[in-house]
């Protein structure tokens, strides 16, 4: 059956009833991801589908003059999917799929395919994580976060002032060491089942023969000063004018870029002439990537963090992301106020805030990468201590973040999700950190460079580019991966099966609205469609602000929420979300309502 658009009224109803009726009655799949210690035995407690419900969830969270309405399509696939921002990107996984190929072939075909349809954030110089679910119940998550070269120093972005300059953010000075292309090889030669050439075709086809300029391209603001200042003008700013909609765009030098890559495999980014002119690049404008530090790097396969909301298993990524602790330890404080007051009231928005602010708290001050710092991974994914977290929410009053002790997060990133007709599921975020990174591009290798040095804390205790306050755990150190907030994760249900693919871009609004999305549908009972439709929420303990959309709380609500004493503050729109949902049938796939994407299926 092709992808087709059904409405939500006709399908999702009737199909996700069927499927959570379904779900309840069965007994848990041999072999599946081991749920924690502390989860919660009370099945009976997960709310199964309700149309009703559903309905009236969405109706309750949507508040009047809320930029979208609910009730809108998902789009449905039988068998496979891939969501992604680029609609060429979401063709090209679907394209490996349709040839044989597993989620993990489509995923790393769909990776490459975004660094050239999407290049304010799709990429191969930066770095992202995977999280992969296999159809026989294993899971994996990897991380291919890029690292601070050898030479970085603690206070390398300081001035002579002793102030923070914006080299961490812009220019050849603010890239890590890239890992995008190690990590994708690595995920394809241990889960995929296609060589390397085959995936990459759809990318290399899109740079060499061009792809039509669409929306999602011309978004990332294609022709800004940022990358006028640098190489990439030549080729993103012709006579000085960005790209228009619907202009044919080449890419002559990435397309001879990953033809290398393809044929040789990661070497030849990392040891031959692309590491070569990485470096000339570097060397030109003040860098400190070195060809040692492009041949040492290595991406890592991590024990995936592995959570329980009532009843339903999430797998997703331990640090050096921080997205999955920080999700986990939030929703395990929202669970001790379960069921959770509806949706879009003022109510569910305190006890929201008041569980994010006591989770980045300690995501601020207590995480980093684990090769150089010891993070109490233990304690803060406990039932136990969500428990004396949750004990010290007053129902009524807003606290207060704890007085910070640095002591002892503009687009781009993005997340994809994918399914296959096997049963496999992967969720990758992949990042440059800001839009078109630090605006550098490589002469000759054709590609954007990463600013995720700015992801560390440049100076601990003072703000980053993401208004994030974090501590000495995430102070640069050579080799270090700067904590990151990438979430990628995968739902699984009460039966343990695959329930939800999800992920976000929004540097740390990621972690909260990927929770949202979630706790949308296995919480509120919202439709994939208007689960990602709802308006969002977010607290990242320090600025200590309450942000909601714009229009997406009701009047009366903000005012409640004051009186509390929450201060609280609107932002145009939080996060872009990519999602899958298992129903009844098959799937139901949703691009980021707020951005351009495309879910593509069959
Ligand atoms: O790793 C991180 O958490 C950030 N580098 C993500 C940045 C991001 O999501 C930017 N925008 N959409």
């Not at 619907?246 to 033809?259: E, I, N, S, V, Y």
């Not at 990758?428 to 839009?435: D, H, K």
């Not at 002469?443 to 100076?459: K, L, Q, S, T, V």
């Amino acid at each position: 059956m092709p992808t087709a658009r059904i409405s939500a009224r006709h399908l999702t109803i009737w199909t996700m009833a069927a499927l959570f009726v379904a779900a309840c009655s069965r007994g848990p799949q041999p072999g599946t991801a081991p749920a924690p210690s502390a989860a919660p035995s009370d099945a009976a407690a997960v709310r199964p589908f309700n149309p009703v419900h559903a309905r009236e969830a969405a109706r309750r969270s949507f508040p009047a003059g809320w930029r979208f309405d609910p009730g809108a399509d998902a789009t449905f696939a039988e068998k496979a999917m891939v969501v992604s921002v680029s609609k060429y990107a979401s063709e090209a996984g679907v394209e490996i799929l349709k040839a044989g190929g597993n989620a993990v072939d489509a995923a790393v075909a769909t990776g490459f395919a975004l660094a050239v349809t999407s290049p304010s954030n799709g990429n191969i110089g930066g770095g992202g994580f995977m999280t992969i679910r296999l159809a026989d119940g294993r899971s994996a998550t990897l991380d291919y976060r890029e690292m601070a070269p050898a030479a970085a120093t603690r206070d390398m972005y300081l001035g002579p002032d002793g102030k923070l300059t914006n080299k961490s953010t812009v220019g050849h000075l603010a890239s890590g060491v890239p890992g995008s292309v190690a990590g994708m090889v690595e995920a394809l030669s241990k889960y995929g089942t296609m060589p390397l050439a085959r995936v990459m075709e759809p990318a290399i086809r899109m740079a060499r023969d061009g792809f039509i300029a669409d929306s999602n391209f011309t978004r990332g603001g294609n022709c800004s000063r940022l990358i006028a200042q640098f190489e990439g003008k030549n080729l993103f700013c012709p006579g000085g004018m960005a790209v228009p909609v619907g202009a044919l765009f080449k890419q002559p030098d990435l397309a001879r870029t990953l033809g290398a890559i393809a044929a040789q495999g990661p070497r030849a980014f990392y040891e031959g002439w692309i590491a070569d002119s990485l470096v000339a690049e570097e060397k030109r404008g003040g860098g400190i990537i070195t060809r040692s530090d492009l041949k040492n790097y290595k991406p890592e396969w991590r024990n995936p963090v592995i959570g329980n909301y009532r009843g339903y298993t999430l797998i997703t990524m331990p640090p050096a992301s921080s997205g999955g602790v920080t999700m986990n330890q939030t929703l395990n404080i929202l669970e001790n106020f379960a069921p959770l007051p509806p949706a879009g009231s003022a109510a569910y928005a305190h006890v929201m805030a008041e569980a994010m602010r006591r989770s980045f708290t300690d995501r601020n001050t207590k995480l980093g990468d684990p090769a150089f710092v010891k993070v109490p991974m233990a304690e803060l994914t406990s039932k136990t201590y969500a428990r004396t977290l949750a004990a010290q929410i007053d129902r009524s009053r807003a606290s207060k973040t704890p007085a910070f002790n640095p002591g002892s997060e503009p687009e781009h990133t993005t997340h994809y999700s994918v399914v296959d007709a096997m049963g496999n599921a992967v969720g990758t975020t992949t990042t440059l950190n800001g839009g078109y990174g630090s605006g550098v591009w490589v002469r000759g290798g054709g590609f954007f460079m990463n600013n995720e040095m700015d992801d560390f804390a440049a100076a601990p205790g003072q703000p980053n580019m993401f208004g994030l306050v974090q501590g000495e755990v995430n102070a640069i150190q050579p080799g270090k991966r700067m904590l990151s907030a990438m979430s990628p994760t995968i739902v699984l249900d009460p039966a343990g099966k695959v329930l939800m693919v999800t992920g976000a871009a929004g540097g740390p609004t990621i972690i909260t609205a990927t929770m949202e999305v979630i706790l949308n549908v296995i919480e509120h009972g919202m439709t994939l469609a208007d689960a990602m439709r709802a308006p969002r929420l977010h607290h990242q303990a320090l600025p200590d602000q309450l942000d909601y959309e714009q229009r997406g709380l009701a009047a009366e609500v903000v005012d409640s929420l004051k009186a509390m004493g929450h201060t609280v503050g609107t932002r145009g729109s939080l996060a872009t979300v990519n999602s899958i949902l298992r129903i009844a049938g098959g799937w139901h796939g949703v691009s980021e309502p707020r951005a351009n994407g495309a879910a593509v299926g069959y």
